[in-house]
């Protein structure tokens, strides 16, 4: 009897088991090679200051990094194009903060449990890295300033007179780089990985207001093309600012101001004549008094200047005491030293220092003698005392001159109205207190000297303007009348140039 041999199964299922767990092994090291490369890597989905690094190495990620931020910042100035490289204002990365603590999301996990995990599928997102850098804001705003706004700001065209007309250029706006603005814009720029470009916020930049300057370029400018050949002698002052221009004109060039050039008074005279009265008046005019300061000031009228004189100042004596009244003002070049009517007598021979120059002479009449500072100065008390209640008046006559009798005098001045020569060059209606006169040549019968001085009311502020003209030969009446009135035009529209125009002081 034969008896067969069975194998036993088992050596089957100990052949499988031993296959399985051999390719169980082999995967294992195959995943455990493949999660140890990964781990090297940064965890995927990393990001670093904006940029993703996920999956990739220390050094992958740090090149990254600077090639990103290395970018140059674009600046838009209208239509140019800046390109600000970053090393330009001192911009540096922290690498070393920034990769060390990417470094610890990396193994933020112990290796097996992390292994574990990846075997499993199980992700987690990281933490992102926050941008560490720096820059220098001063080196920025030094680039922005001496590269950027000197290069491409356009600077405003300045006001400046029309050359031979009574009109100001008001000028062109310019623009300018806003560098506050620009300082926060690019520095967010530099700490962005994509929005890397800035539109540079200008403002404009107004054009300046013509100064005195430019006012007297402009009124040498109308005598020029009126082919003046005379003297000229102008003062101004702004009643607001008490700023002050003051220059004399012959043939095209500047004499010398101090001392200033002494010429007849005329009628100008009365404007200290009229001070005076006030000064020595204890009691507010009577009828006969008032009808007297109206002729004098509003007519014009020499027999009503004498009277008034004599009734109210010094019957005998009253010209050398408006004299004494000036010079105590500090007006020592005006003076009155005898009566208006005919054949008065000199009282007195006055010396000033006026009358030491030599360079010019106006054949100054002995009986009556101004400068137009002078005059100019004795207006701008007057304002000052009506309008504020202070100035040289009060404190040189105290409790005798009052601020309303400062505005009387300015009302009186206000009401002679001839519509020529300061009055000519203004619109109509505009307040105008002043004096004006000329002096004929009893033997030739022509013009010599015109003058006007007064004080010019105006919707942007009052100002002083005095103006005095001398030829030796003849002052023709039309010509020079119509050039007088295009000077005191001119100082008109300086004056009242919109201050929207210009900005603010």
């Known amino acids: 009897m034969t008896l067969l041999r069975i194998r036993p199964r088992t050596s089957f299922a100990r052949w499988f088991a031993s296959l399985m767990l051999l390719g169980a092994v082999v995967l294992t090291t195959f995943q455990l090679i493949a999660y140890s490369r990964d781990r090297a890597n940064f965890p995927s989905g990393l990001v670093v200051a904006g940029v993703p690094v996920g999956g990739i190495s220390r050094q992958a990620a740090a090149e990254r990094l600077l090639s990103v931020y290395g970018l140059p910042v674009e600046l838009q100035y209208g239509d ?91 000028g062109e706006p310019g623009t300018v780089l806003n560098v506050d603005q620009a300082l926060r814009e690019i520095e967010q720029a530099l700490f962005s990985p994509s929005q890397r470009t800035v539109r540079l916020a200008l403002q404009e930049s107004s054009p300046a207001r013509p100064n005195l300057e430019n006012l007297q370029v402009q009124l040498q400018q109308i005598m020029d093309v009126a082919g003046y050949d005379g003297l000229a002698d102008i003062y101004f002052q702004d009643l607001a600012t ?6 004399i004109y012959q043939g095209g060039r500047n004499l010398q101001t101090e001392p200033d050039i002494t010429f007849s008074a005329m009628s100008l005279i009365k404007i200290p004549l009229l001070v005076s009265a006030y000064a020595h008046m204890d009691q507010p005019p009577t009828e006969n008094i008032q009808r007297l300061l109206n002729g004098m000031v509003i007519l014009s009228d020499n027999a009503s200047s004498d ?191 919109p201050d929207r125009e210009f900005p603010s002081d």
């Open 80 to 170: 140019a194009l800046i390109h600000m490289p970053p090393a330009q204002v001192e911009f540096a990365l922290n690498l070393e903060a920034m990769i060390a603590a990417a470094d610890l999301e990396r193994t933020s996990s112990s290796f097996w449990g992390g292994f574990w995990d990846y075997l499993w599928g199980n992700t987690s997102s990281p933490s992102e890295v926050p941008l560490d850098a720096r820059y220098s804001e001063e080196r920025l705003r030094d680039y922005l300033l001496r590269e950027v706004g000197t290069r491409y700001d356009k600077p405003p065209a300045p006001a400046q007179p029309v050359a031979g007309t009574t009109q100001f250029d008001l």
């Open 242 to 247: 008490g700023q002050e221009l003051h220059f």
């Open 307 to 497: 009277a008034l004189m004599e009734t109210v100042i010094d019957p005998l004596q009253a010209p050398i005491r408006v004299s004494e009244d000036m010079q105590a003002l500090g007006l020592e070049n005006t003076f009155m030293a005898g009566m208006f009517r005919l054949g008065s007598p000199l009282l007195r021979t006055f010396v000033t220092p006026a009358q030491a120059r030599t360079d010019v002479d106006t054949d100054p009449d002995p009986y009556t003698q101004t400068t137009p500072s002078d005059m100019g100065m004795l207006l701008a008390d007057m304002y000052q005392c009506a309008v504020s209640g202070g100035g040289s008046l009060l404190a040189v006559f105290p409790e005798l001159i009052t601020q309303a009798e400062c505005q009387d005098m300015l009302n009186l001045l206000s009401q002679n109205r001839i519509a020529l020569l300061l009055e000519a060059g203004a619109p109509e209606g505009t307040r105008i207190a002043h004096k004006h006169g000329w002096v004929t040549n009893p033997n030739t019968g022509v013009i010599n000297t015109m003058a006007d001085g007064g004080i010019v009311f105006t919707p942007t502020g009052d100002y002083v303007i005095v103006i005095f003209l001398y030829h030796p030969v003849q002052l023709v009446y039309d010509p020079i009348s119509r050039m007088f009135a295009s000077l005191a035009e001119g100082v008109y529209n300086y004056y009242t140039l």
